[in-house]
């Protein structure tokens, strides 16, 4: 399994000691189908988890409502007492309906009961970073988070969390709540294909800000291109291999959580940061994206 040093190299987070391993793990997959209930092996789920941290890796990706509450608790009947360096962090926005759907959790109390209940169920006493995810199934949002971010703040100062970052938001979301507490960072959908953001990318890394990038995969649909299987056939990888070596040379601010139940998967994605892909490569694979 791939060697700590190599997950692509250490970044840290601005204004921390936080520093992670640029190849992290996502545990939203650990849940039941389709991210709801119990996994269908629990054992097994907790097996991935704790062979991820035996490989060297120290940040962590969930949030209380995947399961709900589920994803949580089999990272502290994995983990917990965590080890020194490893870096937990959740999200806050949204809910699940009992019958699985997805539903905004965006009002004051809302997003206080959640991250009581992402303390009680990693069994923390304080969050490492919490991000507040703008509401929005597919396309972002334009309506404004700063009394979301607001109250989390205040959670903040009440030493409930450590820091603060933002999922599934534009640049103006970023400018809007700036003054209120410092951004640590940016979890929104990108890949391969999936290009929308690449200007935020660069602007984040100017400013020394860790953009990651969720479904970095695909997510529920896997990235499909024949010219991505022709450039994986020709480096001897697979093509979700190609995948995240792309994301990790295309910026040095971003911060990879692939997720997996398989350990042969966990495996095939931290073994990604140690591929090089040589300019050639990096051109053909450049002209899959697209911004959406």
Same mark, same amino acid.
């Given at each position: 399994?791939?060697?700590s040093?190599?997950?692509?190299?250490?970044? !840290?987070l601005?204004?921390?000691?936080?520093?992670?391993?640029?190849?992290?793990?996502?545990?939203?997959?650990?849940?039941? %189908?389709?991210?709801?209930?119990p996994?269908?092996?629990?054992?097994?789920?907790?097996?991935?988890?704790?062979?991820?941290?035996?490989?060297?890796?120290?940040?962590?990706?969930?949030?209380?409502?995947y399961?709900?509450?589920?994803?949580?608790?089999?990272?502290?009947?994995?983990?917990?007492?965590? %080890?020194?360096?490893?870096?937990?962090?959740?999200?806050?926005?949204?809910?699940?309906?009992?019958?699985?759907?997805?539903?905004?959790?965006?009002?004051?109390?809302?997003?206080?009961?959640?991250?009581?209940?992402?303390?009680?169920?990693?069994?923390v006493?304080?969050?490492?970073?919490?991000?507040?995810?703008?509401?929005g !199934?597919?396309?972002?949002?334009t309506?404004?988070?700063?009394?979301?971010?607001?109250?989390?703040?205040?959670?903040?100062?009440?030493?409930?969390?450590?820091?603060?970052?933002?999922?599934?938001?534009?640049?103006?979301?970023?400018?809007?709540?700036?003054g209120?507490s410092?951004?640590v960072?940016?979890?929104?959908?990108?890949?391969?294909?999936?290009?929308?953001?690449?200007?935020?990318v660069? !602007?984040?890394?100017?400013?020394?800000?860790?953009?990651?990038?969720y479904?970095?995969?695909?997510?529920?649909?896997?990235?499909?291109?024949?010219?991505?299987t022709?450039?994986?056939?020709?480096?001897?990888?697979?093509?979700?291999?190609?995948?995240?070596?792309?994301?990790?040379? !295309?910026?040095?601010?971003?911060?990879?959580?692939?997720?997996?139940?398989?350990?042969?998967?966990?495996?095939?994605?931290?073994?990604?940061?140690?591929?090089?892909?040589?300019?050639?490569?990096?051109?053909?694979?450049?002209?899959?994206?697209?911004?959406?």
């Amino acid at each position: 399994m791939a060697n700590s040093e190599k997950l692509g190299g250490s970044f !840290r987070l601005p204004g921390t000691e936080i520093t992670v391993y640029r190849m992290g793990y996502g545990a939203m997959q650990l849940a039941g %189908p389709h991210v709801f209930g119990p996994p269908r092996d629990r054992a097994a789920a907790v097996a991935v988890l704790r062979a991820a941290v035996e490989a060297g890796v120290n940040h962590i990706d969930t949030s209380d409502f995947y399961g709900p509450h589920v994803t949580n608790q089999i990272i502290r009947e994995a983990l917990h007492p965590y %080890p020194e360096g490893l870096t937990i962090v959740t999200k806050v926005g949204a809910a699940r309906g009992e019958d699985g759907s997805w539903n905004p959790a965006q009002s004051p109390a809302e997003l206080t009961r959640a991250v009581h209940d992402n303390l009680r169920n990693l069994g923390v006493d304080a969050l490492d970073v919490v991000n507040m995810r703008a509401w929005g !199934r597919e396309a972002v949002s334009t309506e404004p988070i700063e009394e979301q971010f607001t109250t989390l703040a205040e959670l903040q100062r009440q030493g409930l969390i450590r820091h603060l970052g933002l999922s599934h938001v534009s640049a103006k979301h970023l400018e809007e709540v700036r003054g209120i507490s410092p951004v640590v960072c940016v979890q929104n959908l990108y890949n391969l294909a999936v290009r929308g953001d690449d200007a935020l990318v660069d !602007r984040l890394a100017a400013e020394g800000i860790p953009y990651v990038p969720y479904f970095p995969l695909g997510g529920f649909t896997p990235l499909q291109s024949s010219t991505l299987t022709e450039v994986a056939a020709g480096l001897g990888a697979s093509p979700m291999q190609v995948a995240l070596a792309w994301l990790l040379r !295309r910026s040095p601010n971003m911060l990879l959580i692939p997720g997996t139940s398989s350990l042969g998967h966990l495996r095939e994605n931290l073994a990604a940061a140690e591929l090089e892909l040589p300019a050639e490569v990096v051109a053909r694979l450049d002209g899959i994206g697209v911004a959406a």
